[in-house]
C-alpha cells in the first residue's frame, strides 16, 4: 500500500510535498498500545479536552493552578501562561475561577479570584500577540525533526522506520537548542497529530507519535542529569535507567526481557523514583508534564 501525502504535508511542512508515505512489508509493531502517545488515533487534541467536562482530578489540578496564580505577582503570569498555555486558555478554566469566586468564604478570596480572571485574559491577549512568531519557529522545529525520519535518497516515509531512521530523528532533536523545545513545540505536535488524523493519514500519526516518545525520554534524561540524579547498576548488570530512556519503546519488552529478576526490581524502582523527581517538579498541567508522565506510566506499566 502507498499512501501520497503532498496535500497533508503542503499544510503541515509547507513545501516538503515530495515525501510520501511509504509502508514496509514488515507489519507495524503496536508498541506502548495502551498509551496516547502511541498508536492512539486522537479525533481531537488529547492535551486540550475542551469539548468534555473536566474530570474530578482535571479539576484538582486547575484549582492547584489558580491558587498559585492568584498568589502570583502581575509581573509573574506571563511566564506562568507560557508554561501552560493550553491549559489557561481553555473555557473550563475560566470557568473554574468563576466557581471558586462564587464560592468563595470571604470577600477577600472573592476578590483575588476576580482579579486573577481580569489579570489573565489580559495576560493572554500579550501571550498570543507574542506567540504567533514563536510558533514559527516551533513548527520549523518540528519540520526538521520529522524531515529527519525521510529516507535520505529517495525523500520518502518508510514505515515502519528503521532504526537509522529513528536515530536521525533522535540527533536532530539533540541539536535542537533545549529551549526550544517547549509549550510551543509541544503544541506544535500535538495539532499535527490531530491535522494528520482527520486526514486520515494514520502513518504520519505514527510518526509524530514518534517525535513525542523520543522528546520524553531526552527531556527525562536531561532532567535527571541536572538533578545529579544517579540510578544503582547492580553486579549482575542491570540496566541504567539512561539506557531505557535512550532506546526505542519497540525495544522496551525485548530488553526487559533479558534481564534477571533482580534487575527488574532494581529498573521498577528507578522509575518510580523518576516520576517522583522529575514529573513533580514541572509546571502542574503543562504539556510537558503530561507527555513525559504518560511516557514513563507507560514504561512502568512495561517494567511490571
Request: glycine content about 4%.
Amino acid at each position: 500500500m502507498i499512501a501520497r501525502c503532498a496535500s497533508i504535508l503542503l499544510v503541515l511542512f509547507h513545501g516538503i510535498s515530495s515525501f510520501s508515505l511509504l509502508p514496509r512489508n514488515a507489519p507495524r509493531p503496536h508498541y506502548l498500545q495502551h498509551g496516547a502517545l502511541m498508536m492512539s488515533s486522537p479525533k481531537n487534541s488529547r492535551l486540550e479536552g475542551n469539548q468534555r467536562m473536566p474530570s474530578s482530578k482535571e479539576v484538582a489540578l486547575m484549582d492547584e493552578m489558580i491558587k498559585k496564580l492568584a498568589l502570583a505577582k502581575p509581573y509573574e503570569l506571563p511566564a506562568a501562561v507560557k508554561r501552560a498555555f493550553k491549559v489557561i486558555r481553555s473555557p473550563q478554566f475560566f470557568m473554574r475561577i468563576a466557581e471558586l469566586s462564587d464560592s468563595a468564604e470571604t470577600e477577600e478570596d472573592r476578590q483575588r479570584y476576580e482579579a486573577l480572571a481580569s489579570n489573565l485574559a489580559t495576560t493572554l491577549e500579550a501571550v498570543v500577540e507574542t506567540t504567533t512568531e514563536t510558533l514559527d519557529e516551533r513548527a520549523q522545529a518540528v519540520e526538521s525533526v520529522v524531515k529527519a525520519a525521510a529516507e535520505p535518497d529517495s525523500g520518502e516515509f518508510m514505515v515502519p522506520l528503521m532504526p537509522d531512521r529513528v536515530q536521525a530523528m533522535k540527533d536532530e532533536l539533540h541539536n535542537l537548542p533545549e529551549s526550544m523545545l517547549d509549550e510551543g513545540f509541544l503544541g506544535t505536535l500535538d495539532a499535527w497529530i490531530v491535522k494528520s488524523h482527520q486526514d486520515g493519514m494514520d502513518l504520519m500519526v505514527g510518526i509524530l507519535q514518534k517525535v513525542l516518545q523520543i522528546y520524553a525520554g531526552l527531556q527525562i534524561k536531561r532532567a535527571l542529569g541536572r538533578q545529579e540524579h544517579k540510578t544503582v547498576t547492580s553486579e549482575d548488570g542491570s540496566m541504567a535507567m539512561a539506557d531505557l530512556l535512550e532506546s526505542d519503546p519497540e525495544q522496551w519488552d525485548g530488553l526487559l526481557n533479558s534481564q534477571s529478576e533482580k534487575s527488574i526490581v532494581t529498573i521498577k524502582k528507578d522509575v518510580q523514583r523518576t516520576m517522583e523527581t522529575v514529573i513533580l517538579s514541572l509546571e502542574t498541567g503543562s504539556m510537558a508534564q503530561q507527555v513525559q508522565a504518560e511516557y514513563l506510566k507507560e514504561l512502568l506499566q512495561r517494567v511490571e
